[in-house]
């Protein structure tokens, strides 16, 4: 079995996980707290754009319009989520943060939709993750103050959170080289890129179980 037979069996493995993800969420609704909550909210999401992506690829060939639009539909779940849950003293800084990210996203989704594959120069997932980084580093520095008790609850999924993104990050920042050179590093890029976000979503759903198995960890939020 090739390399290239491993990855057409994994691009299954994603929504795959997704489903199972929201599955275990779903079970497991009542006992978790808001934050495991929107995380089921983020899988939804997940395995929409996957199945669009797919689709898109199928009609037109071109599925590039996807990366900057899922790197803000990443970006609003996880503002939200630190907004309205994990940093609630720092609102002040999100907020303008929040703002400036979502219009500089959207004008790039703009910009995008009229580009061919060729042409394709896109920033809008690179804005997200650094967004979503700055927003790991300020709870971190909540729990260095020790200004949220129970932030303890929550620092695997911050941690998570920040790995995952700078990992991305590093992935997307030559995305718009990557795109228009020879298909064996666009391969290596996607296989790689694929395993660690499902490697991301399986470990999600770890802690969504384990939430859900330990009602103790449950308060408001």
């Given amino acids: 079995m090739s390399l290239y037979d491993i990855l057409e069996i994994a691009l299954y493995l994603s929504p ?4 199972f993800g929201i599955g275990i969420g779903l079970y497991y609704y009542r006992h978790i ?4 909550k929107l995380l089921i909210v983020y899988f939804v999401f997940g395995l929409l754009t996957d199945l669009i992506s797919r689709l898109l690829d199928a009609l037109y060939g071109n ?28 609102r002040y ?3 303008p943060l929040m703002i400036i990210s979502f219009v500089i996203i959207v004008m790039d989704i703009i910009h995008v939709a009229g ?23 300020l709870f971190y520095g909540n729990v260095l103050n020790e200004k949220e008790q129970k932030a303890h609850v929550y620092m695997s999924l911050n941690a998570t959170l ?22 064996e590093v666009k391969f290596y890029f996607w296989a790689i890129n694929l395993v660690i976000t499902i490697m991301f979503y399986s470990f999600l759903i770890y802690l969504i179980w384990k939430n859900g198995r330990n ?6 939020g």
């Fill in 115 to 137: 580009q061919s594959p060729e042409q394709f120069q896109s920033y809008g997932m690179v804005i997200g993750d650094i967004s979503i980084i700055i927003y790991t580093f």
């Fill in 16 to 19: 795959v996980t997704l489903i």
């Fill in 215 to 220: 009602p103790k960890l449950l308060y408001s």
């Fill in 93 to 95: 800084i999100l907020f």
């Fill in 33 to 36: 707290t808001s934050v495991y």
């Fill in 63 to 90: 599925n590039l319009l996807i990366i900057p639009i899922y790197g803000l539909i990443e970006l609003i779940i996880f503002s939200w989520m630190y907004y309205r849950y994990l940093l609630k003293d720092k």
């Fill in 162 to 183: 920040l790995l995952f993104f700078s990992v991305n990050l590093l992935l997307y920042l030559p995305i718009n080289l990557l795109v228009n050179i020879n298909s």
